[in-house]
């Protein structure tokens, strides 16, 4: 009688399970995201690792594992293993009808795209005799993350620029157009007897003047130089300086509603070159700061003095008062002509040049073109910020 009992408990158990086997991942779901779709190099964001059982059937223990590139970092996590990739596996315990979420801090520490790959479910078989695995799992969210290039401090940059840009805008005043009108103000003592509308004068009782428009408009761009020799020490570390100060700056002035135009010397299909126009569109600026978090050492690229050669093919034909920036890890007298080619003696320039240190090295002058020596902060100070420029003089 015993025997008969324990053969059919035995039958039992070998039927359920063969049923566990084909039913355990049904309406089984696995979430693997981040919390935000993008932060910047140094910033911290929550990855959330959501197992949810959507049946009455529990599933006593699974693993869930999945993968990440390097450029981002677990914070405080554990079963962790590091390679090539960080791998990541968890177990749960579900229960039927139950969601489990586990929340981790990541922090972003090489700008670039991260998505979490080869999400797989093991689960091992009630006698533990064996392991069920689901590599092709029922994936709810398995969304990625962009890493934006780190913002930095640009202080120094923005005094030179800004006394650049306000010198271009007092010249342009100079030299306004008659046949293009403004507006109507009132007079002021070094207002011209000529500009007096005498209309509007005998209308409001008051002295007005006509203003009118400049003959020239007013252009803003960056250039940057994403290219590097490997037989430069430090050359990787320079340019990626260099990128973040231009994308830095290009948040800035979009944050300040200005029109910019962003090119890069990466080899595009259409021009030869890259090209962003930013400033007044929320849309432009994600589009640059997505292509900026690429890897450029799988894309072709060309010489900087071809890209400025070649940018300024655009502004031919055209009347523009242009205030170039330049952004690059490398500082030679044939990428400086190249500048001064571009700005022709008519325009204004800074070429802002990546150094290990800006000790001693102040700003220089060549015709039109401002050189400013730029090195990243020593290693006590902020994460993010951008320094060594302290000895450089205001504008």
Same mark, same amino acid.
């Given at each position: ?167 271009? $805008? =007092?010249?342009? %005043? ?5 046949? @293009? /009108?403004? #507006? ?129 093919? $655009? =502004?031919?034909? %055209? ?5 170039? @920036? /330049?952004? #690059? ?67």
């Amino acid at each position: 009688m015993i025997a008969v009992f324990l053969i059919g408990a035995g039958l039992l158990l070998l039927l359920y399970g063969y049923r566990y086997a084909r039913t355990w991942p049904r309406a089984l779901t696995v979430r693997v995201s981040f919390s935000r779709p993008h932060i910047f190099q140094g910033e911290q964001c929550e990855l959330t690792e959501e197992i949810e059982n959507r049946k009455r059937q529990a599933v006593p223990l699974t693993e869930i594992g999945f993968r990440l590139p390097r450029g981002v970092a677990f914070v405080d996590a554990e079963n962790i293993q590091k390679s090539d990739y960080v791998y990541k596996r968890d177990l749960f315990a579900v229960e039927g009808m139950e969601r489990i979420v586990r929340r981790y801090r990541v922090e972003g520490i090489k700008r670039g795209y991260y998505c979490p790959d080869q999400l797989s479910i093991h689960a091992p078989s009630l006698l533990f005799r064996g392991d069920y695995i689901l590599d092709e799992p029922d994936v709810g969210s398995l969304s990625g993350m962009y890493v934006y290039a780190r913002q930095v401090d640009l202080r120094p940059v923005l005094r030179v620029l800004d006394s650049l840009l306000g010198e271009r $805008e =007092s010249a342009r %005043r100079l030299y306004e157009d008659p046949f @293009v /009108f403004s #507006s109507i103000r009132q007079y002021a003592p070094q207002d011209p007897t000529k500009a007096v509308n005498w209309k509007a004068t005998a209308r409001t009782g008051e002295l007005m003047v006509n203003t009118f428009a400049s003959v020239t408009s007013l252009d803003l761009s960056i250039f940057l130089d994403v290219s590097m020799d490997e037989n430069i020490p430090f050359s990787e570390d320079l340019r990626e300086l260099a990128l973040c100060a231009a994308a830095s700056l290009a948040r800035n002035l979009a944050s300040r509603q200005e029109a910019v135009k962003f090119y890069v010397n990466i080899a595009a299909k259409d021009r030869g070159y890259t090209s962003f126009t930013i400033g007044r569109s929320a849309d432009a600026l994600t589009q640059l700061e997505e292509f900026l978090a690429s890897d450029f050492e799988k894309i072709n690229k060309i010489t900087f003095s071809d890209l400025i050669e070649k940018s300024s093919e $655009e =502004s031919r034909g %055209r009347q523009t008062d242009r205030v170039c @920036v /330049f952004f #690059s890890a490398f500082d030679t007298p044939a990428l400086r002509n190249s500048m001064l080619a571009l700005l022709s003696g008519q325009q204004s320039g800074l070429f802002v040049t990546a150094v290990r240190s800006a000790q001693g090295r102040r700003r220089e002058q060549q015709e039109n073109l401002y050189i400013l020596p730029y090195a990243d902060t020593p290693r006590s100070a902020s994460p993010g910020s951008f320094a060594g420029a302290d000895s450089v003089p205001p504008a």
